[in-house]
């Protein structure tokens, strides 16, 4: 366990993209949580799951199979914000679709730990193993909520960074939208000799009558004072 903190305690979350740092922590969950033999990282943004990081192919294509089914352990985990474990796929009587078509590519047990801070993306974390009940212990319950843990602050900082530029860029927009109206006004008022409220008039009539935004048209005008 604190082989596994300590991995955890280093990955860089700074200035990477959210899927280096998921498939780090997948790679940690894999060699770090006891009993493990393959992992993934399922999160779901409304209704649609997907992979974002795996370790070992075994995971992968359990993950798909459950996609495919449109249900399963790690889908139900990460919506419902619960623990899901299979301790033996031959004996499960949750998820028989699923369960069926699993066993047969070799998994036996699985655990799938959701991620504590549910926000607009939502999803867990999924270990696999090809013996029964490889997940029964504390231990291994312990080290995926740990994991679990550091993925989830991974995905709130990533959300909250593109919120960050996203908001940046719109406030950039605007400030430049701002500029080219000013200059379209000054335009109108020196050739038609208007006031600065009569200048902005004609440009929201020319916006509505031609059915494009205001930026656009003052784009247009200062644009043909270029030209000249």
């Not at 908001?167 to 950039?172: T, Y």
């Amino acid at each position: 366990m604190d082989d596994l903190l300590r991995d955890l305690s280093r990955v860089v979350l700074a200035d990477r993209a959210l899927e280096e740092v998921l498939t780090d922590l997948t790679l940690i969950a894999a060699r770090g949580i006891p009993g493990a033999e393959s992992a993934s990282t399922t999160l779901l943004r409304g209704e649609k799951p997907f992979t974002a990081a795996y370790s070992g192919e075994m995971a992968l294509l359990a993950d798909e199979l459950q996609y495919a089914e449109g249900y399963g352990p790690c889908m139900d985990a990460g919506r419902g914000g619960v623990v899901l474990r299979i301790d033996d796929t031959v004996t499960e009587e949750r998820w028989p679709a699923y369960v069926s078509r699993v066993r047969e590519q070799g998994v036996r047990s699985s655990l799938s730990v959701p991620l504590p801070y549910q926000g607009n993306v939502v999803g867990a974390l999924n270990v696999y193993s090809s013996k029964p009940e490889a997940f029964v212990s504390p231990e291994s319950l312990s080290a995926g909520r740990d994991v679990a843990e550091a993925i989830a602050v991974a995905v709130v900082n990533a959300v909250a960074h593109h919120r960050l530029s996203e908001q940046a860029r719109n406030m950039q927009l605007a400030m430049e939208s701002r500029a080219v109206i000013e200059q379209a006004k000054g335009v109108l008022m020196a050739q038609r000799r208007v006031n600065a409220e009569e200048a902005f008039e004609i440009l929201r009539d020319a916006s509505q009558r031609y059915n494009r935004k205001l930026r656009d048209i003052a784009v247009g005008i200062v644009g043909s004072t270029q030209e000249d």
